[in-house]
């Protein structure tokens, strides 16, 4: 069974950086999705199993970078904005940008950026 935790969410103002985690009970591709209320799961950055392929949404390419050491992935959030506000999920085993693809998931960690 594979177990993804994530962390370091919370709330912050704009302009703001954050730094959220996700643990992995194994080496996996991985993604970083996220949800505002009343809105669609959307994808945000992914990762493959080792760190050398990366691909981004166009709403945070240059101000997220995602990483990884080894089972544990990183998305550093920088210059954060309202917008940024949602619920994001740690997500594990697939490829690509559609949450369709990915049969592990987080149980999620919350970001809010104040205006």
């Known amino acids: 069974q594979v177990q993804l935790v994530e962390s370091g969410g919370g709330l912050v103002q704009t302009g703001g950086s954050l730094r959220l985690s996700c643990a992995a009970s194994?080496?996996?591709?991985m993604a970083w999705f996220r949800q505002a209320p009343g809105k669609e799961r959307v994808f945000v950055s992914f990762i493959g199993w080792l760190g050398e392929n990366k691909n981004y949404a166009d709403a945070v390419k240059g101000r997220f970078t995602i990483s990884r050491d080894n089972a544990k992935v990183y998305l550093q959030m920088n210059s954060l904005k309202p917008e940024d506000t949602a619920l994001y999920y740690c997500a594990a085993g697939g490829l690509g940008t559609a949450s369709a693809n990915y049969p592990y998931w987080g149980q999620g960690t919350q970001v809010t950026v104040s205006s």
């Open positions: 194994g080496r996996y591709s």
